[in-house]
């Protein structure tokens, strides 16, 4: 999926922002017009699809019957087309809500009426909580978020969400957004959360969630081959064990409403016009009860990139057939009246696609006329506080303590008044929230958040997390020498982590490792490395640094990371949060080309393997990996008769 670049309203995370919040609800809403069924529409209002009382089913039979051939083409594609005679509205699809409500799919828009929404930490960072509670909270907060803004005329309720592909390969820039390397870990994280955006009262829906992209989809652009044209040769053991694992706990566990098809090929089809994939396995197997959608334009993209199809109509045919319900991308609009013109498809296929598609509509309520549920969800119902709280502790839990060489939290205000703060994360907004975010409620960066606790003397390093040059480490050699202790906020942002750029190395960029290992020499006191990232970093030469006392991983914490870096380094808060992927060593990546797909080792083919559960070589920080201020002891209490 393509995201859009958009600028983001950045606030001060005070009580007039909320005051203010409430001010529009009451003299700025929006309330929204019927979707369908208008009680005031003569036509409609008495057709068996606007019968509340029947059930969906037949209510889709009918709607079915009345539309034309061209009216349902339109429905096809993710900006369906309004039916103006049967009083029903156009409809966008596709909206976001990946770790919050999002505006990078067209059918959501916050300002004016909408100053913010929650962001919570990147899913990689909640996912380190292992707390699954926690992750069926943020659901809920999430959907009840994406509701208010429905009712304000701002959002669909169809959200492509959440991202449960495999973090296998280190280098992929979109692992950030994934629960990491584990199938049993992620399948878990797809199921809660699915759980809290999509309510699950009876058949009805709060929202519509989506796993996306099935399957064996995690590379993006690497070493000249991308998404668009990649075919993953995926052996059937391992598409069972690990990729389809997370996919499969959605719909059946979960109840996910929507399944997204990938861009790539799997064993030299398409996913999305791979009928064993799509009708088979999804809706046969698993039984899906919603409906299946491609990645954005990969219908077009398997006729123009992949050349899979000779002529665009067979792409529209051989999706449909196979299983597709819904195209994001204009192809299924343009070609498939042409398709059943030449033959190739039948309109009562198109009958099967659209019968999955409206019935979820109308199991949201969107044919319910003006009687919606939670329609008691409003602009003030965004940004309340507990929600704010709940994201701060989203990231207290999720940070991960990864080495400390003293023997409790590595600041105090008592013997550090002074700390300086370095590195080219130290003072950053939407680095904090990653990618596919929308517009938060506010910030606290790293910078503000240890100033809450001491006086702090900031230099920035680096002029970003490029760090091209090495001009400004001096004057952050100077801070650290004239502090008490020193903080270094590195690591990564999306220039260098995202989706369609996956990295070459796993390395810091530029000079930040100059700047770790100068200022950690110059400092007068204890010195802190915190790496903001999605994927892992080999930073053993920190590791090594005798200078650096504690590493704290922070991956990308949300709109009050700084809040919870601080607590955490200040010991208010103690760490409990695990890495949920494998940190390797650099060399690792020589013997694992992206495109090699298996996850089981060869030495045959010296193929170390991927992931804890089979690679068994060095690593920086292995899968799990998490440390405390407290001690533990760990004794059987009672054992079988027998055992030692």
Known sequence: MVTKTHTKCILSPSPLFFLLTGFLLLFNG????????????????????????????????????????????????????????????????????????SDVGPGTKFLPTFLGATQFPQVITTASTFNDTLWEEIGQVVSNEARAM??????????????????????????????????????????????????????????????????????????????FHFNAKVSKQDLEDTYNVPFKACVLEGKVASVMCSYNQVNGKPTCADPNLLKNTIRGDWRLNGYIVSDCDSVGVMYTS?????????????????????????????YTEGAIKQGKLKEVDVDGALANTLAVQMRLGMFDGPRQPYANLK???????????????????????????????????????????????????????????????GYTTPLQGIARYVKTIHQAGCSDVSCRG??????????????????????????????ARDRTNILLPGHQQELISRVAKASRGPCVLVIMSGGPVDITFAKRDPRITTII????????????IADILFGTTNPGGRLPMTWYPQEYLAKVPMTNMGMRANPAHNYPGRTYRFYKGPVVYPFGHGLSYTTFRHSIVKAPKGCP
């Not at 208008?38 to 699809?49: C, E, G, I």
């Not at 008592?414 to 939407?430: E, K, L, W």
């Not at 001096?474 to 590195?490: C, I, K, N, Q, S």
């Not at 991983?553 to 919870?564: D, H, K, V």
Request: aromatic share 6%.
């Open 150 to 227: 429905y009712n304000g005329g701002k959002a669909g309720l169809t959200f492509w969400s959440p991202n449960v592909n495999i973090f296998r390969d280190p280098r992929w820039g979109r692992g950030q957004e994934t629960p990491g390397e584990d199938p049993a870990l992620a399948a878990r994280y797809a199921v809660r959360y699915v759980k809290g955006l999509q309510g699950n009262v009876g058949d009805r829906l709060k929202v519509a969630a989506c796993c996306k992209h099935y399957t064996a989809y995690d590379l993006d652009n690497w070493n000249g081959v991308d998404r």
């Open 30 to 101: 929006e309330s929204r017009a019927p979707f369908a069924c208008d009680p005031n529409n003569r036509v409609t209002k008495d057709l068996p699809f606007c019968r509340v009382n029947l059930p969906i089913r037949a209510r889709v039979r009918d709607l079915l019957g009345r539309l034309t051939l061209q009216e349902k083409v339109r429905l096809l594609v993710n900006n369906a087309a309004a039916v103006p005679r049967l009083g029903i509205q156009g409809y966008e699809w596709w909206s976001e809500a990946l770790h919050g409500v």
């Open 553 to 564: 991983w922070a991956g990308y914490p949300g709109q009050s990371g700084g809040t919870a």
């Open 379 to 441: 602009i003030s119902d965004v940004c309340l506080g507990s929600s704010n709280q709940l994201a701060l502790e989203a990231a207290r839990q999720g940070i991960v303590l990864l080495d400390n060489r003293g023997h409790g939290p590595p600041l105090s205000t008592a013997r550090h008044r002074t700390v300086a703060v370095i590195g080219p994360n130290s003072d950053v907004t939407v680095t904090m929230i990653g990618n596919y975010a929308g517009i938060a409620c």
């Open 470 to 499: 090495n001009q400004l480490i001096g004057p952050a050699e100077v801070a650290a020498r004239h502090a008490d202790a020193t903080v270094l906020v590195m690591g990564l942002d999306q220039s260098i982590e995202a989706e």
């Open 306 to 334: 992949q050349h899979y199809t000779a002529t665009p109509e067979d792409a529209a045919a051989q999706s449909i057939k196979a299983g597709l319900d819904l195209d994001c991308g204009p192809h299924l609009a343009v």
